[in-house]
């Protein structure tokens, strides 16, 4: 659904939410498990980071809220009910004063916030199954540097939500944009970020004995700063479920996704995916398929619960398919 008609849609539905309560009729509230899904990453996610994490970020968690991160925003969410929603009730106001104070959140942004605490505040990520656009050039944080960011920094005892090693937390794009020294748009050779990369031996950062970032990622992160270092959340995202050899879709994936914690001489759980014949073992065996689609009592993975449908499908056609290690 297109972002017109979803406005007309939101817009619709609030009238129909005040018509209801206006008449007294509360129990007939439009059902919104009925509704289209709201996207977490792509609709819920960039209004907490763009309009609330700019207090309550891990760096400076005003009140211990911290509203940066799927993880973090959910300790002040109820899902399915939005009137016992800590946040919810912040931002229209039920407390005496609309959250954020200096910027509150239009109509349309509370109704989408509403709207998905009600259908069950899922880590939905709604992109289309097959987008193809070839003349998409520019870098874009969700889809090219997120990913990356979170499969070789945000890792657990690094650069996480949680550990935030040397106060840098790399988990969502709210939680280090504000600090000066690692990013400065447009000028990657004077960010810290991108400095790091370029560095061998006990300053190599993903630090060892985790491997370093590939040159296209490095490529990636220096392009995306190069062009002012933006939050972009809704992204065209070229992926085709009809190409899903290994050289053509899968092991990019495995690189962006899941190579940062498992490689190395201590990759995570013992499991390294680092060539071929080790992604082959966990695909054949049903662990890879499994961990994606966090089935069989396997925990998700990426642990983000990053992957998009279209990536999920390429990997399970791959390996329905043999896993074969084809161009």
């Not at 018509?19 to 977490?40: H, Q, R, T, V, Y």
């Not at 560095?199 to 004995?209: A, H, N």
């Not at 992160?221 to 972009?232: K, S």
């Amino acid at each position: 659904m297109n972002d017109v008609k979803k406005g007309m849609l939101y817009f619709f539905m609030l009238s129909v939410f005040n018509l209801l309560i206006f008449s007294g009729c509360e129990n007939k509230k439009p059902n919104a498990l009925a509704m289209d899904e709201i996207c977490f990453d792509t609709e819920v996610l960039p209004i907490f980071q763009n309009k609330c994490a700019v207090c309550h970020n891990a760096l400076d968690p005003i009140d211990d809220y911290v509203f940066s991160d799927y993880n973090s925003i959910m300790k002040s969410i109820t899902p399915g009910d939005p009137d016992q929603s800590t946040a919810y009730k912040a931002i229209i106001s039920i407390f005496g004063e609309y959250m954020p104070p200096d910027q509150p959140l239009t109509i349309q942004e509370r109704t989408i916030i509403r709207l998905w605490i009600e259908q069950g505040a899922k880590q939905s990520i709604c992109y289309q199954d097959t987008i193809t656009d070839d003349t998409d050039t520019t870098t874009c944080f969700s889809r090219d540097i997120l990913p990356i960011l979170l499969s070789s920094c945000a890792i657990s005892g690094c650069h996480d939500n949680l550990t935030h090693e040397e106060d840098i937390n790399f988990s969502s794009y709210a939680s280090f944009i504000n600090d000066g020294e690692l990013v400065d748009p447009f000028n990657p050779l004077n960010s810290k970020m991108y400095e790091v990369l370029l560095e061998t031996g006990e300053d190599q950062m993903p630090p060892l004995p985790a491997a370093r970032l590939t040159s296209e990622q490095i490529q990636l992160i220096y392009d995306w700063i190069n062009e002012g270092a933006l939050n972009e959340a809704n992204c065209p995202v070229v992926c085709d479920t009809t190409i899903y050899t290994y050289a053509g879709a899968i092991s990019g994936i495995i690189t962006n996704n899941c190579k940062g914690c498992h490689s190395g001489t201590a990759p995570s759980g013992g499991v390294s995916l680092t060539n071929y014949d080790q992604v082959k073992t966990v695909a054949l065996d049903g662990r890879l398929v499994d961990v994606i689609n966090e089935a069989n009592g396997r925990p998700i993975m990426p642990p983000s619960g990053s992957l998009i449908a279209c990536k999920i499908t390429q990997i399970e056609k791959w390996v329905n398919d043999g896993a074969q290690n084809n161009k």
